[in-house]
C-alpha cells in the first residue's frame, strides 16, 4: 500500500507539473449533462481548422483524446498528460512550440440493445459518420498558442461553436428520395432507426405509366444524393483542383464532365431502364452497415432486403422479384455487392465487386488473421518490422498498419472512431459482455485473438462461406459474381482477391462461372475497365454495369419473365 501511495503522488506531481488543457463551454452552448470523445487538436499552419488536417498522410497534425460522461456543463474538463494520441502518443511528447489549437466533442447518445447491454455511441446526425461535420457536435474556435509539455500552466478552451443540421436532398425530375423507419433495427437498437435512399428514375417513368422495372443496387459509402449524374453542363467558372492521388489538374472539372456525359446517355436511346438505388445505411459505428446482419450493427441485411427494397420497388413499380435485382460498387461497397449475393443468393440476381474489401481474412489487407500472431509486426525474434498498410501504383509505401489504428484510437474507445479498422470489427465480431464488438487485436499491441477470427471465418470470411456452402448454394449463384481490383490496391485488397480466385476456380457440381480480373498498377479503387484509366473508370459504375447485367440477365431470368417492356 505504501508504494503505491507513493506511486500516485508521484504520477500528481507529473502531472502538476505538466502543461494542461482546461475546456468549459460557452454560456450560450449550455444543455444537459454530455458523453462523448473530447478531442484536442494541435496543428502547425492555418491552412485549415485543425479538425480538418488529422489524417493517414504524412501531413497529418495532432489529436489527442479523453472520453467523458455525465460532463455536466457548468463544469470543466481536463485533458492532460494521459490523453491518447496520433500520430504522437501522449501529449508531454509533444515538441514545445507554437500550435493552432481547437477542442471537439464529438457527442455520444445512451442506446438500450435489444441484447440487454446500453451502449453510448455517436448517432450518424446526417453526415455520414465524420466526427469533425456532424451536426449537434461543438467545438472551440481555433487560437494560436505557445505549448510546452514541461511548463506546469494551464490552458483555458472555450467552446464556442455547435455544427449546423445539413439540409436535405430536394426531389427533381429524375432523383427521388425516401426513408422508411425499420421494424428490424428499431427493436435492435430500442429507438426508431431509419434507412434513407436515392432513386434514379428512368427516362420516360412518367409516360410509361404501366412499365415495371428492374432495380440496379449501387452499393457504396454513405451518399449525399446520387452519385455522377448532373443534369446541367460543367460549371465554365469552376476553380481547378489537384487530384494528389491521380496526379492530375482539374479533375473536379473532370467529375463534373462525366456525371453530365452519364445523363446524356441516361435519357439518350438504348440505354436499359432500371431504377438506381444508392441506400443511406450510416449507423452508430460508421457510415455504412456493410449490408449484412451483425452481432453489434443489428440485422442491417434483413432490412435492406426485406424491408427497404421491396417499398422501393412499390413506390416507384419495381418488378419486385429476385431475378430483377443486382447489385454492384466499389470498396466498401464491392464488398457488400458481394456480400448480400452470398448471403441472399435467391434475391440479387448478379453483383460486380469492385477493389472489394476483404474478402479472405487470411489476406486481411496485409495481416492473416489465422496464421499470423500480431496485426502491427511481422512475428521475428529480435526487430519489429510493421505491416505496410497504404502504399501507390508504384509500391511506396506511405502508412502502416499501426498507424492507421493509433489514429482510430485516438478518435474513439470501443471501436466508436467511425474508422476503417474499428468499423471491420463491429460488423465482423461478436458482441462481447459490456455491448460493445470484440476486438479483433489489441488496438494498442496488435496481438490478434485466435477466438474472434474463428467466429470471422465463420460469418464473414466471404471465400470460405462460398466454398463451405457451394453444395447448397452453388446453382444459385452460377455466372452472378464478378470481381476486379487493381493489382497496386492501395490497400492491399487485391491480396484477398487473388486468393478468394484461387478457391473460386476449383468449385465444382456447377462450376462457378465467375470473373476475376486484375488492373495492371491500378491502385483502388479499379472496376474492371482496361480502355480507361482509373481516374475516370471510377466515374462510370452506372454506365459499364447496368448495360452489362441487361444482357446477362437474358440468360438467368426464370421463363415468362418481362425483358422487354423496359427497354423503350
Known sequence: MRKLLLLLTFLSALIANAQTFRISIAGSLKQPTLDGRLLLLLSKNDNAEPRFQVNDGAQTQLVFGVNVDQWSPTGDALIDVHAFGYPIERLKEVPAGDYYVQVLLHKYETFHLQTGQTVKLPMDRGEGQHWNIAPGNIYSTPVKIHFDPKTSNEIHLVIDKIIPPIKEPEDTKYVKHIKIQSKLLSAFWGRPVYLGAHILLPEGFDEHPKVHYPVAIFHGHFPEDISDFRTIPPDENLKPDTSERFRISGYNKIVQQED??????????????????????????????????????????????????????????????????????????????????????????????????????????????????????????????????????????????????????????????????????????????????????????????????????????????????????????????????GDMDTYYLNDAVYSAEDVLKKLQNPNCGCEVDYGDRAEHCWNGDHTQPNYLSRLHYNQMFIPKWAEEVKSRAPKGADLTSWRY
Open 260 to 485: 453530365y456525359k452519364f445523363y446524356k446517355q441516361w435519357t439518350g436511346p438504348n440505354f436499359p431502364r432500371v431504377l438506381v438505388v444508392e441506400i443511406q445505411h450510416a449507423n452508430p459505428y460508421y457510415d455504412d452497415s456493410y449490408a449484412v446482419n451483425s452481432a453489434n450493427l443489428g440485422p442491417y441485411g434483413d432490412a435492406i432486403t426485406y424491408e427497404l427494397i421491396p417499398e422501393i420497388e412499390k413506390r416507384f413499380r419495381g418488378i419486385g422479384q429476385g431475378w430483377a435485382r443486382f447489385m454492384y460498387g466499389g470498396s466498401t461497397g464491392g464488398w457488400e455487392a458481394l456480400a448480400a449475393q452470398v448471403f441472399y443468393p435467391d434475391e440479387y440476381n448478379g453483383c460486380y465487386a469492385a477493389c472489394p474489401d476483404p474478402i479472405d481474412f487470411h489476406n486481411y489487407t496485409t495481416i492473416d488473421l489465422y496464421n499470423n500472431k500480431n496485426a502491427y509486426y511481422v512475428e521475428s525474434d529480435f526487430r519489429k518490422t510493421p505491416r505496410p498498410g497504404e502504399r501507390n501504383y508504384l509500391g511506396h509505401v506511405s502508412t502502416m498498419i499501426p498507424d492507421l489504428n493509433q489514429r482510430e484510437l485516438a478518435l474513439g474507445t470501443n471501436s466508436r472512431s467511425g474508422e476503417q479498422f474499428d468499423i471491420w470489427e463491429a460488423v465482423f465480431s461478436p458482441m462481447a459482455e459490456d455491448g460493445y464488438p470484440k476486438r479483433i487485436f489489441d488496438k494498442y499491441t496488435g496481438a490478434i485473438d485466435s477466438s474472434v477470427a474463428a467466429y470471422w471465418k465463420e460469418h464473414y470470411d466471404l471465400t470460405n462461406i462460398i466454398q463451405r456452402d457451394w453444395p447448397k448454394i452453388g446453382n444459385k449463384l452460377k455466372g452472378k459474381m464478378h470481381i476486379y481490383v
